[in-house]
Nanobody, 124 residues
């Protein structure tokens, strides 16, 4: 069983920065790849970025590349999404997701575990 807890959302002005963290609690030693998704009102859930188990490969969607980074914290089961130069179109609920595999995917159906979500609001 895996539990994911996000933190770090909030309200920021356009051009500002936020850091989201996702702490994964696991009962046994597992191979867990992590990803961040977001969902804005009236839109489908979309991938923001993903990270393979050993962080050897990361992915960021085109709309955030160059502004966001995804990484693991020193505690290996913690994923960090650093968001810089935020834009109003980044406003959404951000979800952390976990996949019991050493390869992270980009589609929601590939993920077995989800956090509760954290709201990010960017004002213009």
């Amino acid at each position: 069983q895996v539990q994911l807890v996000e933190s770090g959302g909030g309200v920021v002005q356009a051009g500002g920065s936020l850091t989201l963290s996702c702490a994964a609690s696991v009962r046994t030693r597992v191979t867990l790849s992590l990803a961040w998704f977001r969902q804005a009102p009236g839109k489908e859930r979309e991938v923001v970025g993903s990270m393979d188990w050993n962080a050897g490969r990361t992915y960021l969607t085109d709309s955030v590349r160059g502004r966001f980074t995804i990484s693991r914290a020193s505690a290996k089961n913690t994923a960090v999404l650093q968001m810089n130069d935020l834009k109003p179109e980044d406003t959404a609920i951000y979800y952390c997701a976990g996949h019991l595999s050493n390869r992270a995917g980009t589609a929601p159906y590939e993920y077995d575990y989800w956090g509760q979500g954290t709201q990010v609001t960017v004002s213009s």
